[in-house]
């Protein structure tokens, strides 16, 4: 095994040679999902204004000291606050505003009785009441939301590399951030190549299977922010991997990827041809499924040759060219990870191995995975059924029921 690179030392290389890319101003219409390239510090503060937290009456808390059901005590109404606007005066001692929920207080004011406390029922007629009868006393601050409580000017609210979530954008409208700096998208060409290979709208005809690798890589690239070319089924001759990896090369992408054609077969063209017209640095790495795996570079620009079969081209995407990804654009690739028990024996042969499982709580809270029927790294389905892969480590070839391994969640449970 000692001739196989290791799966850290590949990522660690990888990762060291891929450099971020630029920043572009989006409006913070176009926001989820992308990744902030600067820190953003709050403009101002939240609340801007201290306003009420209740729909009810502004008053002084000293002037309803004491008052209950049984002391009710009276209060002119002298303004209607609603939300929106400012009021006209300050509010004097002795004196009570109607108020609306989010409605500035009145200078002099100092806390709010909920209208529920009162005897007033807010109606079409509300306005005109020219009294109301307070139940309770309140505390200074009652009810209200003061200046600055959820968010302080200057306060830091997202560093860079922030991934915009709903609530993330919600906070950037409240604070007037109408155009953020953002990583620009990364452009991904994903490449497919082999005889067998038809494209969705082609008939199958015998011998013949879809390309679904495309689909897996395309969407993985976009899943993690990216932008995707793609490119013609190329056929396993030179001239025609040469002529897709010319047509990749001139839409300038900051990453190319392929699957198939880098094994040790005859027709391992992707890793000859990009050895011819490009570099390989690596390719033969501790890990399955997914050993053969060309890295290097096309024309400069960063390049992948994955493995054929779909679910071999899917791990080592998130296993090498995710990381990658991150990288460009500022993002950390911390993935989740979570410790399993297994439910079954497995045996593997010492490299380091992504087993598609299920997984499941026991009564005790104890989590437990079951792998997702046959592990052929061209059984799709083993994909499709898996809440994530289990890694077990280099040089583990059996396992017992019960042995606990790391499990990298490709779905929450
Ligand atoms: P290769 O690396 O070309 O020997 O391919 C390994 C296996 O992956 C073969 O069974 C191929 O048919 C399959 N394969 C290669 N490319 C794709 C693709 N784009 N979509 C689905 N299966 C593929
Ligand atoms: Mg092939």
Redesign the pocket.
Known sequence: MSELLNVDLAVARIVSDIRPVESENISIYDALGRVLANDIDAPLDLPIFANSSMDGYAVVSTDVEGASDVNPITLPVVMDIPAGYAPKTALKPGQAARIMTGAPIPQGADAVIPVENTDAHWGEAATNHQVVRVFQSVNPGANIRLPGEDVTKGQRIFTKGWVLRPQDIGMLAALGCAELSVYRRPKVAVL???D??VSIHDPLTPGK??????FILSNLVRQYGGEVFNFPIARDTKDSIRAMFDAAVAKKPDMIVT?????V?A?DLIKQLLSQMGKVDFWRINIRPGKPLAYGQLAGIPFFGL????VSAMVTFDVFVRPALMKMIGRNSDVPIRQAKLKESVKSDGRRTYMRVKLEYNDDGELWASTTGTQSS?ALMSMVLADGLLILPENITKTQIGDVFPVRLLKEV
Do not use: F, K, T
């Open positions: 497919s190549s082999g067998e290979l299977i879809r390309d679904s690798n495309s699957s198939a054609g880098v094994s077969g027709a493995p054929g079969n779909p061209g």
